[in-house]
């Protein structure tokens, strides 16, 4: 059975930075990418950033691009997404999530999918 586990969320100030975690564990192929993505209160489920099962390939949306940025150990057992220059719409609970395939944007592409962790961005 596999797992994703979030941490690293919190509250933070404007402009401020904070770096989430997801750790992989049970049976997850390394075949499996990973992504990121978010979801405010009254608001959809939104793509926040992909990498691929090499990470040789990244994929943000255009809103996080130049801000955030996505990476992961070698073993592929945790993907961090390194989130600077925040912004009160960043706001949301963000979700981990593997998935099979280069469908990185698509949320329906992913199999498994982490607790999600609170970020809060103040003015």
């Known amino acids: 059975q596999v797992q994703l586990v979030e941490s690293g969320g919190g509250l933070v100030q404007a402009g401020g930075s904070l770096r989430l975690s997801c750790a992989a564990s049970?049976?997850?192929?390394?075949?499996?990418?990973m992504g990121w993505f978010r979801q405010a209160p009254g608001k959809e489920r939104e793509f926040v950033a992909a990498i691929s099962k090499s990470g040789g390939i990244t994929v943000y949306a255009d809103s996080v691009k130049g801000r955030f940025t996505i990476s992961g150990d070698n073993a592929k057992t945790t993907v961090y997404l390194q989130m600077n220059s925040l912004k009160p719409e960043d706001t949301a609970v963000y979700y981990c999530?593997?998935?099979?395939?280069?469908?990185?944007?698509?949320?329906?592409?992913?199999?498994?999918w982490g607790q999600g962790t609170q970020v809060t961005v103040s003015l």
């Open positions: 999530a593997a998935r099979y395939g280069a469908r990185y944007r698509d949320y329906l592409a992913y199999d498994y």
């Open positions: 049970g049976r997850l192929s390394s075949s499996y990418g």
